[in-house]
Every structure is written in structure tokens, then in C-alpha cells.
């Protein structure tokens, strides 16, 4: 859990549904003093972000994946490692070719099996700099 182990945390969540369930959820865990919540898109908070100097980005896109103008606002922050956290494969190969066009490099990539008996998997990747 982030807000527990960060220093600081910019979270930056389309959905302000979803922003009101993490802020009742870091607040539960104490964590809410560390964690800075904005709803929109990358692009939107990417002002906020360059603010931030995140060390580490962490993404969860949905199924169809980063678009491309928010997968080059994350890379131009030049944090030192990118989580990408995939719900489908396939957006993930075509996003980590992207990623590659912009100098990063997937250092691991793990499969997660968190729907048992059923053809979704999860891919957790981690990306840097070449």
C-alpha cells in the first residue's frame, strides 16, 4: 500500500467516485496526510505531477490501455521506474512497444492469476530507463 510506504503519494484518478472511495480507503490505513488526490486524466494533473518529481509512477489503465498522449506525459515526468499495472496482455505488449520508442525498457514483467478459472490475468511491469 502506497500511502503507507511513500513519502508521498499524487494519485490521479478519472473516475471522482472512485477519488472519494481511495480517500476514505488511505484514510482508514493513515495515510491520507501523505497522499495529494486529483480526479481527470494524466494530462490534466500533469502540471501537478511535474510539481511532484515522482520518483516512481505507478499506472493501472483500463482494458484499451494508455492513450498515447498520457503514456508520453508520464514519460517526459522522467520518474526512475514506471509500474505498469495491465488488465490485458495485449494493450500491454502494444504500450510497452511505446514505452520503448521513449527510451524505457521493461525490467520484469509478472503474471498474476487474480481471477481463477477464468481467462483474465493481470501483468505487473516494471519499466525504466535504457
Known sequence: DLAR???????????????????????????AARVVWQAGTVAQAQRGLREQKPQVVVVDPPRTGLTPRDLVSMSELSPERVVYVSCDPMTLCRDLSRWAQLGWVALDATPLDLMPQTFHVEVVAILARS
Do not use: H, I, P
Not at 510506504?5 to 495515510?31: C, D, I, K, M
Open 5 to 31: 510506504v511513500a513519502e508521498s503519494v499524487f494519485a490521479v484518478e478519472w473516475s471522482t467516485r472512485a477519488v472519494a472511495f481511495g480517500r476514505r480507503n488511505v484514510a482508514a490505513v493513515g495515510g
